[in-house]
């Protein structure tokens, strides 16, 4: 059974750090593109980056470059999101996504897997 899980949301101010991390199970992780989303209430979930199955390649949506991280340890199985400069508008449940192909996926229905999210919100 394949599972992702999420962790390392919390409360932080703006212009502070946050790292999420991404654990995955039941399936050969080095063999997966993942993703991170994000989805603000009232609004759709939306691609926040994505990471090729070696991290030879990353991108990002433009509300993250600049500002977000995406790495990957295969070793551990983990997926990470470092986020830096933190603004209120990224407010929002951020899932983790895997995706069994080699080229990196910006859209949701891209990914087979998905984590149950984590809560991040950035008080003012």
């Known amino acids: 059974q394949v599972q992702l899980a999420e962790s390392g949301g919390g409360l932080v101010q703006a212009g502070g750090s946050l790292r999420l991390s991404c654990a995955a199970s039941?399936?050969?992780?080095?063999?997966?593109?993942m993703g991170w989303f994000r989805q603000a209430p009232g609004k759709e979930r939306e691609f926040v980056g994505s990471?090729?199955?070696?991290?030879?390649?990353?991108s990002y949506a433009d509300s993250a470059k600049g500002r977000f991280t995406i790495a990957r340890d295969n070793a551990a199985n983990t997926v990470y999101l470092q986020m830096n400069s933190l603004k209120p508008e990224d407010t929002a449940v951020y899932y983790c996504?895997?995706?069994?192909?080699?080229?990196?996926?910006?859209?949701?229905?891209?990914?087979?897997?998905w984590g149950q999210g984590t809560q991040v919100t950035v008080s003012s």
């Open positions: 990471i090729m199955r070696s991290a030879e390649s990353t």
């Open positions: 996504a895997a995706r069994p192909a080699y080229r990196l996926g910006y859209g949701l229905t891209e990914y087979d897997y």
């Open positions: 039941g399936l050969p992780f080095s063999e997966y593109t």
